[in-house]
Nanobody, 114 residues
Framework: QVPLVESGGGLVQPGGSLRLSCAASGFTFSMYAMQWYRQAPGKEREWVATISKAGMGTNYATSMRGRFTISRDNAKNTVYLQMNSLEPEDTAAYYC???????WGQGTQVTVSS
């Protein structure tokens, strides 16, 4: 059973929006902070955002702050990433991550292009 499964990626025009979801299973989701990362072709994987286990605390990478919003629904074992004002530079595979016990999802591709 894959502990983290992302969905919601796709092709969007510049300035558009997407909402990514990451469904968790097989562990007590509400006990752990969750994160989103992304990796563009030929680049290192970079941290996007973190949300605390209860959802009360969030942090964002500088370039995403004000455009991206991380949230979670512990009743649904799901973490979300709302992405607005998307730019071509946001094109990447997006991954959710549970830092403890270091689970990664398989990723969902986001392509921003006209």
């Amino acid at each position: 059973q894959v502990p983290l499964v992302e969905s919601g990626g796709g092709l969007v025009q510049p300035g558009g929006s997407l909402r990514l979801s990451c469904a968790a299973s097989g562990f007590t989701f509400s006990m752990y902070a969750m994160q989103w990362y992304r990796q563009a072709p030929g680049k290192e994987r970079e941290w996007v955002a973190t949300i605390s286990k209860a959802g009360m605390g969030t942090n964002y990478a500088t370039s995403m702050r004000g455009r991206f919003t991380i949230s979670r629904d512990n009743a649904k074992n799901t973490v979300y990433l709302q992405m607005n004002s998307l730019e071509p530079e946001d094109t990447a595979a997006y991954y959710c991550h549970c830092p403890i016990p270091n689970y990664w999802g398989q990723g969902t591709q986001v392509t921003v292009s006209s």
